[in-house]
């Protein structure tokens, strides 16, 4: 099966960008489902954004406007930029693809400062 990691987390202050970076495995190319999602504490897993077939969405209504996915198919990365961040987007996020099974990342954890 298709292993995910991603890199790109940290600490930042409010007001600030970090950028997310996703590789796979397999390639990317292949995967018709690819996407974020985050864990925010005491919430469930939810989109933040995902890429299907090609076409992308923003799935949270907390970040619209301020993130940012896109893949490198010639480097296998799956990229989700962040700006304005806020400290109410604390959380870990995921990288995401589906190939009959939703396949999860480890996480990596953004803390954002006030």
């Known amino acids: 099966q298709v292993q995910l990691v991603e890199s790109g987390g940290g600490l930042v202050q409010a007001g600030g960008s970090l950028r997310l970076s996703c590789v796979a495995s397999?390639?990317?190319?292949?995967?018709?489902?690819i996407g974020w999602y985050r864990q925010i504490p005491g919430n469930e897993r939810e989109p933040v954004a995902v890429?299907?077939?090609?076409?992308?969405?923003t799935y949270t209504n907390a970040m619209r406007g301020r993130v940012t996915i896109s893949r490198d198919n010639a480097k296998d990365i799956l990229y989700l930029d962040m700006d304005q961040l806020r400290p109410e987007d604390t959380g870990v996020y995921y990288c995401?693809?589906?190939?009959?099974?939703?396949?999860w990342g480890p996480g990596t954890q953004v803390t954002v400062s006030s």
């Open positions: 397999e390639s990317f190319p292949s995967f018709d489902h």
């Open positions: 995401w693809t589906y190939d009959g099974q939703n396949r």
């Open positions: 890429i299907v077939r090609n076409r992308s969405s």
